[in-house]
């Protein structure tokens, strides 16, 4: 049965960093189109940067530049580098992993909270 487990959420300062990692386990990882999603209170869970099998990525206009979505293959793991970040990046972040076939899969999301 395949697990997704986000970790590396925390507290942090604006302007500060963190990385947030994405483990997938139980097959075959680089088949994988590989997402994080965020959510904040009161509002809808939004994309924030994805990562296509052939590794090309895409970002949510309001992270550009800021945010980089990355995959270890060895590791079975997906990263989401933070930079920059702003009190309004504060959400919970979900990871999705997109298999070949079936349906998307989803973590249990970490809390990134951004303070002023």
């Known amino acids: 049965q395949v697990q997704v487990v986000e970790s590396g959420g925390g507290l942090v300062q604006t302007g500060g960093s963190l990385r947030l990692s994405c483990a997938v386990s139980?097959?075959?990882?680089?088949?994988?189109?590989m997402n994080w999603f965020r959510q904040a209170p009161g509002k809808a869970r939004e994309l924030v940067a994805a990562?296509?099998?052939?590794?090309?990525?895409s970002y949510a206009d309001s992270v550009k530049g800021r945010f980089t979505i990355s995959r270890d293959s060895a590791m079975n793991t997906t990263y989401l580098q933070m930079n920059s970040l702003k009190p309004e990046d504060t959400a919970v972040y979900y990871c999705?992993?997109?298999?070949?076939?079936?349906?998307?899969?989803w973590g249990q999301g970490t809390q990134v909270t951004v303070s002023s």
């Open positions: 999705a992993a997109d298999p070949p076939i079936g349906s998307r899969l």
């Open positions: 139980g097959r075959t990882f680089s088949n994988y189109a």
């Open positions: 990562l296509s099998r052939s590794g090309f990525t």
